[in-house]
C-alpha cells in the first residue's frame, strides 16, 4: 500500500493513474456528446443568401465561358507536361534548387563559466604572491572587531572559519597572517578575470555581484560557441582560460554547458570538490543538451531559490531538480506562483537571456588601499612596481601596452593628487614606467602621506614594422619604443623626438613631432636593383663600351688623371651650425658694435664683424622679438653668429660656422 499523503497535496498534484483516468474519461464523454449547429436567424438568411447567389451564379459563367474557349497549344502543352517536383532536376541537368543559398543552422549556445569562488583572498594573494601556502584571513575592518569573511585552505584546516571574528580566528591558529579587505585590490581582479577571458575569447562580460553564501565569488561568461576549430575541443578552451587566469595570479575553475546557469552551478560544484594535489582538474563540459541530465540529481539549494519558495518545495517533499521535472508545471505554477518559473526554465536547462557581448574599449586600472599612510617616495615606488606589474600582465594578455598613464593618490586628510604621465612610445616595460613615475614624484612630491594609489591607462598598440625581402631590418619596433621611453624619463616629458618646421616666422622657432622610424625611405636607400634597374646598368655600360673601341678615356682612367688644386676650386659658403638653446655671452660694445667677447664658446678681441641685420615680429603678442644678428671673427679663432636681444637687453651666441 502506498503511504497516505496530505489532502491539500493530493488535490493540487494528482497521481499519475488519476490523471489517466480523468483523461479517458473525458475524452469519453466528447465522443458521446452530438453535434449540434445553430440556424441562423432571418435576419443573418436575409443579408447572406442574395450575395452567395450572385457569387454562385458569377462563378458559374465563368466556368461556361472558360469551357467554350478552345486552348492555345502553349496550355494544352503545359496541360500535358507534369511538374517537376523540387527534387528532380530540370531538363538542362542542374536541380531546380541550385539557385538557393543552403540554409545553416543556427549555432547552439555554449557559454564557459570563469568563476573564482573567495575574490578577496584571491585578490590578495594576487598583490602579495608571498603569502602562497600561509595560513591567511581576510577580515572585513581593521582590529579586533573584524569578521573572518574569507580564509586560506590551510586556516581552514587550523580550525579558522568564515564569519568568526579576528581574535577567535588567532586563538584557533597562532600563525595566521590577517589582512584587511581592500576594495581597490578586490575591483582589479574582478576586470583582470575578465582580462583572462577576453585573452581567449572576443565576447565575455561580467556576472552580475551574487548575494548571500555566494556573496564574495566573481564570475565572468565567455561566449564558447567555435571555440574547437582554435582549441580542438572545449575541453582544451577551458583549459586555456584557467591557465590564462594562473597568469594573472587568480586560481579560477571553469565549466561549460548550454546556459549560463547550468555553467555557473557546475562551476560552483566545482570549486567545493576538495584538492587533491596541484594537479587536480579544475575544468568540466557538459555536453549540449545534456543540462537538465546534469542537474537532475542535483538539490534543489543550488538553483538558488528564493526563501519562501526554498520552504514551500520542502513542504510539498521536493529535494532534487529531478523531482521537480516530474509535477506538472501548471500546477505548480498554480500553487506556488509565477516566481517558479525562471526555475523551471533553469532546471530544464533554458535560457532566453543574449550571449556575452564584446566588451567597448575599457579603462584599465590597478589600484591599492595601503595599511598605514606613506610619507615617503621609497616604499611609495614599491607599491608603485607592484602595480604597474599586474597591470603590465593584463595588458600582455589582451596583446596593449600601457599609453598615456594616470596616477591618483589619494592622501591623509581627504586630500587628492591626480597627474598624467605621458609616454614617448607604448611601452610594456615596467622598469622604464617606474623611473617616469619617479622622476614626476621628485619633481613635485604630494603634499601629504598617501592612503591608496591607483594607476589607470588606455591600451595602445605596440609599434610593427613590415620587413622587406632584400633590405636589412631595422631596430625591432618594441625596443625602439622602449628606448625613446627611457630617453623621456630621463630627458623629461616632451624633451623627445623629431625636429619639425614650425609654423612661425620667429628665426629660432622649431617644433617636436614623435620620433618614428622612415622604414619605406630606408628600405628604398638599401634595397637593390630590380626589375627594370637591369636595362638602365646596360644602358650606361653601353657607353663606356663604345668609349673603349673608339680610344677614348675611360672612368677609371678619368680618377687617374691628375685632377685641378684644390685652392683653385670654386670657394664654398659656410654652413650655421644653430645653437638651440642660445649660448650666453658677455660683450663689450661701442657704437653698438661688439668688440669683446667672453663666452664658453670663444673669448677674446673681435677681429671682423659683419652687420647688424634686424629681425623682428609678432609685436602683437607677448611673444614678440626682436634681434640684431652679427657674423664675428674672435682673435682665438672661432667664427660664430653673435645676437643682440633688444628685448631683454642680452648678447647670446646663436650660431657656429663649419
Known amino acids: 500500500m502506498r503511504p497516505p499523503r496530505d489532502t491539500e497535496i493530493e488535490r493540487a498534484f494528482p497521481s499519475a493513474e488519476e490523471r489517466e483516468a480523468s483523461a479517458h474519461a473525458e ?25 452567395a447567389a450572385s457569387a454562385q451564379a458569377g462563378t458559374g459563367s465563368m466556368r461556361d465561358a472558360a469551357r467554350s474557349e478552345p486552348e492555345s497549344a502553349e496550355a494544352s502543352e503545359a496541360k500535358e507536361k507534369p511538374r517537376p517536383r523540387h527534387d528532380e532536376t530540370q531538363p538542362g541537368g542542374g536541380d531546380s534548387t541550385k539557385h538557393l543559398a543552403p540554409c545553416r543552422p543556427p549555432a547552439a549556445a555554449r557559454i564557459a563559466c570563469l568563476l573564482v569562488p573567495a575574490l578577496p583572498l584571491a585578490a590578495e594573494l594576487r598583490a602579495d604572491p608571498e603569502l602562497r601556502g600561509r595560513a591567511l584571513a581576510i577580515a572585513s575592518a581593521p582590529g579586533p572587531r573584524g569578521e573572518v569573511i574569507a580564509c586560506s585552505p590551510e586556516a581552514l584546516r587550523a580550525g579558522v572559519r568564515v564569519g568568526s571574528g579576528v581574535v577567535h580566528a588567532r586563538a584557533a591558529c597562532a600563525q595566521l597572517a590577517v589582512r584587511v579587505l581592500s576594495p581597490a585590490r578586490e ?81 560552483r560544484l566545482l570549486a567545493a570538490t576538495p584538492a587533491h594535489g596541484a594537479s587536480e582538474c ?79 574599449a575599457a579603462l584599465f586600472e590597478e589600484g591599492s588601499d595601503l595599511e598605514a599612510p606613506v610619507a615617503q617616495l621609497e616604499p611609495l615606488l614599491f607599491v608603485l612596481r607592484g602595480l604597474l606589474a599586474r597591470l603590465a600582465d593584463r595588458l600582455a594578455s589582451r596583446g596593449l601596452a600601457f599609453g598615456e598613464i594616470g596616477l591618483a593618490l589619494a592622501l591623509d586628510g581627504g586630500g587628492r593628487d591626480e597627474r598624467t604621465l605621458g609616454l614617448a612610445a607604448p611601452t ?41 625581402f632584400f633590405a636589412p631590418a631595422g631596430p625591432a619596433p618594441a625596443a625602439l619604443s622602449r628606448t625613446l621611453a627611457e630617453l623621456a624619463a630621463l630627458c623629461g616629458e616632451g624633451r623627445v623626438g623629431a625636429p619639425a618646421l614650425a609654423n612661425a616666422h620667429r628665426p629660432d622657432a622649431f617644433a617636436l613631432a614623435p620620433f618614428v622610424l622612415p622604414a619605406s625611405a630606408a628600405r628604398s636607400e638599401a634595397a637593390p636593383r630590380r626589375r627594370g634597374d637591369r636595362a638602365r646598368a646596360e644602358s650606361r655600360a653601353r657607353p663606356i663600351a663604345e668609349n673603349a673601341a673608339s680610344g677614348a678615356p675611360h672612368c677609371s682612367d678619368l680618377a687617374s688623371a691628375p685632377q685641378p688644386r684644390a685652392d683653385l676650386a670654386a670657394p664654398r659658403a659656410p654652413a650655421v651650425r644653430a645653437l638651440r638653446p642660445p649660448l650666453a655671452a658677455a660683450v663689450r660694445s661701442a657704437r653698438g658694435a661688439p668688440q669683446w667677447v667672453q663666452s664658453a664658446l670663444a673669448n677674446g678681441e673681435v677681429l671682423r664683424c659683419a652687420g647688424p641685420w634686424r629681425t623682428t615680429g609678432q609685436w602683437w603678442s607677448e611673444e614678440r622679438y626682436a634681434f640684431d644678428h652679427y657674423d664675428v671673427a674672435t682673435a682665438d679663432g672661432a667664427v660664430f653668429r653673435l645676437r643682440r636681444d633688444l628685448l631683454h637687453e642680452r648678447w647670446e651666441i646663436d650660431g657656429v660656422f663649419d
Not at 530544464?348 to 556575452?356: F, H, N, Q, T, V
Open 428 to 468: 610594456r616595460d615596467v622598469r622604464v614606467l617606474l623611473r617616469i613615475a619617479a622622476l614626476a614624484l621628485e619633481a613635485t612630491p604630494p603634499r601629504a602621506a598617501v592612503d591608496a594609489i591607483s594607476v589607470t591607462t588606455r591600451g595602445a598598440e605596440l609599434r610593427g614594422d613590415q620587413l622587406d
Open 282 to 360: 579544475r575544468a568540466r563540459v557538459i555536453a549540449a543538451g545534456e543540462d537538465a541530465e546534469f542537474l537532475a540529481p542535483l538539490s534543489l539549494d543550488l538553483l538558488g531559490p528564493e526563501d519562501a519558495l526554498s520552504d514551500a518545495l520542502s513542504r510539498f517533499g521536493l529535494r532534487r531538480v529531478g523531482d521537480l521535472l516530474r509535477i506538472p508545471e501548471r500546477a505548480l505554477v498554480n500553487r506556488l506562483g509565477p516566481s517558479l518559473l525562471p526555475l523551471l526554465a533553469l532546471a530544464r536547462g533554458e535560457d532566453s537571456a543574449a550571449p556575452p557581448r564584446a566588451p567597448d
Open 187 to 267: 575591483r582589479a581582479a574582478r576586470e583582470a578575470l575578465l582580462d583572462a577571458a577576453l585573452a581567449c575569447a572576443p565576447r565575455a562580460e561580467l556576472a552580475p555581484p551574487a548575494t548571500g553564501f555566494h556573496a564574495a565569488e566573481a564570475a565572468v561568461f565567455v561566449d564558447a560557441r567555435g571555440v574547437t576549430s582554435l582549441h580542438r575541443s572545449e575541453a582544451g578552451f577551458a583549459a586555456a582560460l584557467a591557465a590564462y587566469a594562473d597568469k594573472l595570479g587568480l586560481a579560477a575553475h571553469v565549466a561549460i554547458a548550454s546556459t549560463r546557469g547550468t555553467a555557473l552551478i557546475a562551476a
Open 27 to 51: 475524452t469519453k464523454k466528447r465522443s458521446a456528446a452530438p453535434t449540434q449547429q445553430r440556424a441562423p436567424d432571418d435576419e443573418t438568411r436575409a443579408r447572406w443568401e442574395p450575395q
